[in-house]
C-alpha cells in the first residue's frame, strides 16, 4: 500500500503541526485512499479524476508527506479518524494481509461501523479474499474497466452511506465463538491422547488398515447435528474408547469418543471416530427456529467460517499436540444422491489417502528462517531488574531447553545494534513500562519498527510485555497484538509463546463479535439442558440433606457468574470472605440426555454459605451457581496468541455475552416451564444483585450475601 516510500520511526515536535493538519483534513474528507506505488498510474487517471468530477472530497498520504515522512503513527490516526477508508489493491493474492486492513477492521470492530470499501483492480476469486467477517462482508467491488463508471459510482455510494456492522452481521461473528469453545472444552483433550487410544484398541488390532487414526470431524452445510448413525444407516455406533479423565474447574470430568463401524457398498467394514459437533449443531437450531436474526445466507457462511477456524485452531503451530489429528468435511446434506451421507465423504476420504492424494494441512507459513537466538530483550535502564528477571526465566526454561537470549538495553545501544540483534533473533520481547512510556519516547518508536517489520514478513515477531501499563496505554496501531502483562500467569504465558514457531499476521486479525456465538450456544447446548425443573430438583436435594426450606435461604435460580477481570476460580468454594464460608454440598439431581448420539450427564452444582461468626446469617444460603463456561473460553483465547483476541477486547466480549445472555433468557425463546430459573450475575466487586422468589418477592438479602461472598478479595 502507498505509505510513502516507508514507515519513519517517530513523530518528533517539529512534525506536530504536520500531524495536526494531516488529521484535520482527514476529518475534513469524506474518504481516506490508500494503494500501492505500483499502481498510482491507473488510480490517479481512473479512479481520482471520477472522484473529482463527482464532487468527492478524499485524501491520500501523498498529497500530505513526502517519502519516508509518513511514520506508523500518523498512519493509524489517520485510519481512526476518516470516515470511510478506500483500500484499492491489485488483487487479493498479493495483498493477503496489509497493516491497512488490520488497522481498518481494527476499527470496524471498535466502532461498529463498516468503514471500509476494497476496490480489485485486477481479476480475483472468492477463494482468495481473506477469510475475516468483516472483510467477507465488506463493500469489495472488481473494476470494469468497460463500465469503469458504473462501479466508481456504486463505490461512491457505499462510502456516503451509513451501516452499523450489527446490520451487516445480525447474528456476529457466530460460528468463531462455536469453533473456540468447541476446540477447548472437547477437542484439546481428546486430539492429543486419540492415536494411542486407537492403537491400543481391539478395533484397531483385529481390523489392521482399517480404523484411521485421525478423527473425523463432519460439517453438514444445513449445520444440523444428529448422531452419525440417525444421519446415515451405513454407520453403527460397536462401543467406545476408554474415558480420558480430567479435573476442569474444580470438577472431574470424563471425556469419551464412540467408536463408529461403516459399511462400505462392497460390504467391507471400516471403524472410525469421529463427530458431528454438538456446538456446530446450534448454528441450525438458531436459524431453524428462529431464535435470532439469521438468514439462510448467513448460516451457509457460518457453516465455512466453521471449518475454516477450526482447522486454523487444530493445526496452528502453537497447539503442535493436535496437528494432523483430525480431518474436517464440509458437505452438502441437503441432497438426495450418496455424497450426502456421511460414509460416503469419509470413504472418499480414505481412498484418497490411500492415493497418497491426502497431503498435510499447512494453513502457517513454512519455518524455512534460521535465527541465531530464540529471544530477543528491549527494555529501557530503568526496567533492568525485571528485564534481568525475565531472563532468567528463558534460560533456565523449566521444559529444559535452555533458550538463547540477547538483549539490547535503551538508550544506551547503538540503533544498528539494535537493528542487528532483531533480525538475529526469532522473537523480540518488548518491555512497556511507565518509564519507558513516558520519559523514553524510542519506546513507542520501536513498537512501531518492530510491528511494521512484522506486517512486512507477514510474520508476528514482537511481543509488548506490559510491565506497570495497562492496555489502553499502549499506541493503538499495536492495540490487536496479543500482549503478555505482569500478572499471576505470565511466566507461563512467556514461555508458552517463544516455545512456539512465528505467529502468522492473519491470526491477529481481530476476531469481531464472538460474544453473540457464545451466547446463543451456551442457551442452546447447555442451559436449556440444566435448567428443566431445577426448582424441584433442587428441593429435591435439599431433602436429601435433611433440611427444610424454611430453616435455610433457598435460591431456586442457577447463578450463572460473568466476572469482569475474565479471572474464573477452579470452585466457588476457593472464593474467600471475612464474615462467610462457601462449602460444595455435592450436586442437584443431573439431566441425562443424548447430544448428537453421545450420552451427556448435565449436573449443577449446589454451594452453602454460612456465616463465620453467630450474629452473621439469620439462616445459611443455599444455592446453585457457576462461573459460565464462555468466560474461561475467553481467557484461553486471550492466552492462546492465536486467536485475534487481546484482552481489552475479550472483556468488552464478556459484558456483550453477559447482557446478550440476559437477553435471550428474557425472550420468546425460553419455553416458559424455564422462565425465572436462571439469573446471570456480572460479578466485578461492586454489583448488587436482586432476586425474586417464586411469588415474585424481593430477595435482596439473600442476593446480597451471595454476591458480597463471590466478590470479596
Known amino acids: 500500500m502507498a505509505t510513502g516510500g516507508g514507515f519513519s520511526r517517530g513523530v518528533s515536535v517539529v512534525e506536530d503541526c504536520q500531524m495536526t493538519k494531516w488529521l484535520q483534513d482527514v476529518k475534513d474528507a469524506e474518504v481516506m485512499i490508500l494503494y500501492s506505488s505500483e499502481d498510482f498510474y491507473q488510480v490517479s487517471k481512473i479512479v481520482l479524476e471520477h472522484f473529482k468530477k463527482r464532487g468527492v472530497r478524499y485524501i491520500h498520504p501523498e498529497e500530505h508527506f513526502m517519502p519516508g515522512e509518513l511514520t506508523l503513527q500518523m498512519l493509524s490516526e489517520g485510519i481512526d479518524k476518516c470516515k470511510k477508508l478506500l483500500l484499492i489493491v491489485s488483487n487479493f493474492k498479493n495483498s493477503h494481509f496489509s497493516l491497512e486492513i488490520l488497522l481498518a477492521l481494527?476499527?470496524?470492530?471498535?466502532?461498529?461501523?463498516?468503514?471500509?470499501?476494497?476496490?480489485?483492480?485486477?481479476?480475483?476469486?472468492?477463494?482468495?479474499?481473506?477469510?475475516?467477517?468483516?472483510?467477507?462482508?465488506?463493500?469489495?467491488?472488481?473494476?470494469?474497466y468497460n463500465v469503469a463508471d458504473f462501479y466508481l459510482d456504486e463505490i461512491i455510494r457505499n462510502l456516503r452511506d451509513h451501516r452499523e456492522l450489527s446490520t451487516v452481521l445480525p447474528?456476529?461473528?457466530?460460528?468463531?465463538?462455536?469453533?473456540?469453545?468447541?476446540?477447548?472444552?472437547?477437542?484439546?483433550?481428546?486430539?492429543?491422547?486419540?492415536?494411542?487410544?486407537?492403537?491400543?484398541?481391539?478395533?484397531?488390532?483385529?481390523?489392521?488398515?482399517?480404523?484411521?487414526?485421525?478423527?473425523?470431524?463432519?460439517?453438514?452445510?444445513?449445520?444440523?447435528?444428529?448422531s452419525l448413525p440417525q444421519a446415515d444407516e451405513?454407520?453403527?455406533?460397536?462401543?467406545?474408547?476408554?474415558?480420558?479423565?480430567?479435573?476442569?474447574?474444580?470438577?472431574?470430568?470424563?471425556?469419551?469418543?464412540?467408536v463408529y463401524k461403516l459399511t462400505a457398498p462392497d460390504n467391507r467394514d471400516f471403524f472410525f471416530c469421529g463427530e458431528i459437533p454438538s456446538a456446530f449443531g446450534a448454528i441450525s437450531k438458531v436459524y431453524e427456529e428462529m431464535l435470532c436474526k439469521i438468514s439462510a445466507k448467513q448460516r451457509d457462511l457460518e457453516v465455512q467460517r466453521f471449518s475454516y477456524v477450526l482447522q486454523e485452531i487444530i493445526n496452528h503451530r502453537l497447539n503442535e499436540s493436535c496437528n494432523n489429528t483430525a480431518k474436517i468435511i464440509v458437505y452438502n446434506d441437503d441432497g438426495k444422491g450418496e455424497d450426502a451421507l456421511p460414509s460416503y465423504q469419509i470413504l472418499k476420504v480414505l481412498r484418497?489417502?490411500?492415493?497418497?492424494?491426502?497431503?498435510?494441512?499447512?494453513?502457517?507459513?513454512?519455518?524455512?528462517?534460521?535465527?541465531?537466538?530464540?529471544?530477543?530483550?528491549?527494555?529501557?535502564?530503568?526496567?533492568?531488574?525485571?528485564?534481568?528477571?525475565?531472563?532468567?526465566?528463558?534460560?533456565?526454561?523449566d521444559k529444559g531447553k535452555k533458550l538463547r537470549v540477547s538483549v539490547a538495553k535503551l538508550p544506551g545501544e547503538a540503533a544498528f545494534a539494535v537493528e542487528d540483534r532483531i533480525r538475529e533473533a526469532r522473537w523480540?520481547?518488548?518491555?512497556?513500562?511507565?518509564?519507558?512510556?513516558?520519559?523514553?519516547?524510542?519506546?513507542?518508536?520501536?513498537?512501531?519498527?518492530?510491528?511494521?517489520?512484522?506486517?512486512?514478513?507477514?510474520?508476528?515477531?514482537?511481543i509488548p510485555f506490559l510491565v506497570d501499563v495497562e492496555p489502553t496505554d499502549v499506541p493503538n496501531f499495536i492495540s490487536s497484538v496479543t500482549y503478555i502483562k505482569k500478572d499471576t500467569v505470565y511466566k507461563e504465558r512467556l514461555l508458552h509463546a517463544v516455545r512456539g514457531r512465528d505467529i502468522t499476521m492473519e491470526s491477529q486479525l481481530p476476531v469481531g463479535d464472538i460474544a453473540s456465538g457464545f451466547a446463543w450456544a451456551f442457551f442452546v447446548n447447555y442451559l436449556r439442558h440444566v435448567l428443566p425443573q431445577i426448582k424441584e430438583r433442587g428441593q429435591r436435594k435439599l431433602r436429601e440433606?435433611?433440611?427444610?426450606?424454611?430453616?435455610?435461604?433457598?435460591?431456586?435460580?442457577?447463578?450463572?457468574?460473568?466476572?469482569?477481570?475474565?479471572?474464573c476460580k477452579d470452585q466457588l468454594t476457593q472464593v474467600h470472605s471475612e464474615i462467610y464460608n462457601i462449602e460444595g454440598v455435592g450436586t442437584v439431581v443431573p439431566i441425562e440426555t443424548n447430544v448428537a448420539g453421545i450420552g451427556r450427564v448435565f449436573n449443577s452444582n449446589m454451594y452453602r454459605i454460612t456465616g463465620k461468626r453467630p450474629d452473621?446469617?439469620?439462616k445459611d444460603v443455599l444455592f446453585m451457581g457457576e462461573y459460565a463456561t464462555p468466560i474461561?473460553?475467553?481467557?484461553?483465547?486471550?492466552?492462546?496468541?492465536?486467536?485475534?483476541?487481546?484482552?481489552?477486547?475479550?472483556?468488552?466480549?464478556?459484558?456483550?455475552?453477559?447482557?446478550?445472555?440476559?437477553?435471550?433468557?428474557?425472550?420468546?425463546?425460553?419455553?416458559?416451564?424455564?422462565?425465572?430459573?436462571?439469573?446471570?450475575?456480572?460479578?466485578?466487586?461492586?454489583?448488587?444483585?436482586?432476586?425474586?422468589?417464586?411469588?415474585?418477592?424481593?430477595?435482596?438479602?439473600?442476593?446480597?450475601?451471595?454476591?458480597?461472598?463471590?466478590?470479596?478479595?
Open 616 to 618: 452473621v446469617l439469620e
Open 106 to 144: 481494527e476499527k470496524c470492530q471498535r466502532t461498529n461501523c463498516l468503514n471500509l470499501i476494497v476496490l480489485v483492480l485486477d481479476d480475483f476469486d472468492k477463494s482468495d479474499i481473506p477469510k475475516v467477517p468483516m472483510i467477507q462482508n465488506a463493500a469489495i467491488v472488481r473494476m470494469n
Open 632 to 713: 474461561r473460553t475467553l481467557k484461553l483465547m486471550c492466552h492462546s496468541m492465536v486467536a485475534g483476541l487481546p484482552e481489552k477486547q475479550a472483556k468488552k466480549q464478556a459484558k456483550a455475552f453477559c447482557d446478550l445472555l440476559k437477553h435471550i433468557l428474557r425472550s420468546e425463546s425460553v419455553p416458559t416451564e424455564m422462565k425465572n430459573t436462571c439469573e446471570v450475575v456480572p460479578v466485578d466487586g461492586k454489583c448488587r444483585l436482586y432476586l425474586f422468589d417464586e411469588q415474585r418477592n424481593w430477595m435482596g438479602r439473600t442476593a446480597h450475601i451471595i454476591i458480597t461472598t463471590l466478590t470479596n478479595k
Open 234 to 258: 451405513n454407520i453403527k455406533t460397536v462401543g467406545q474408547l476408554p474415558a480420558i479423565k480430567r479435573t476442569i474447574a474444580g470438577a472431574k470430568r470424563e471425556y469419551r469418543v464412540n
Open 352 to 397: 484418497e489417502s490411500k492415493d497418497g492424494q491426502m497431503t498435510r494441512h499447512d494453513a502457517t507459513l513454512e519455518d524455512t528462517c534460521v535465527y541465531e537466538n530464540d529471544v530477543c530483550l528491549i527494555h529501557s535502564e530503568h526496567d533492568d531488574g525485571f528485564a534481568n528477571h525475565v531472563r532468567h526465566i528463558l534460560e533456565e526454561d
Open 428 to 462: 523480540v520481547i518488548l518491555f512497556v513500562s511507565k518509564f519507558a512510556m513516558r520519559d523514553a519516547n524510542y519506546i513507542p518508536v520501536w513498537l512501531a519498527e518492530l510491528f511494521s517489520l512484522s506486517v512486512e514478513e507477514r510474520r508476528l515477531r514482537v
Open 171 to 226: 447474528a456476529g461473528n457466530f460460528s468463531t465463538g462455536l469453533a473456540w469453545s468447541h476446540f477447548f472444552g472437547f477437542l484439546e483433550i481428546i486430539l492429543p491422547e486419540l492415536r494411542n487410544l486407537i492403537r491400543d484398541s481391539d478395533w484397531y488390532r483385529n481390523n489392521i488398515g482399517q480404523f484411521p487414526e485421525r478423527f473425523f470431524i463432519l460439517l453438514p452445510t444445513t449445520a444440523r447435528a444428529p
Open 545 to 567: 440433606m435433611n433440611l427444610k426450606e424454611n430453616d435455610v435461604h433457598f435460591v431456586s435460580v442457577v447463578l450463572e457468574l460473568i466476572p469482569k477481570s475474565l479471572l
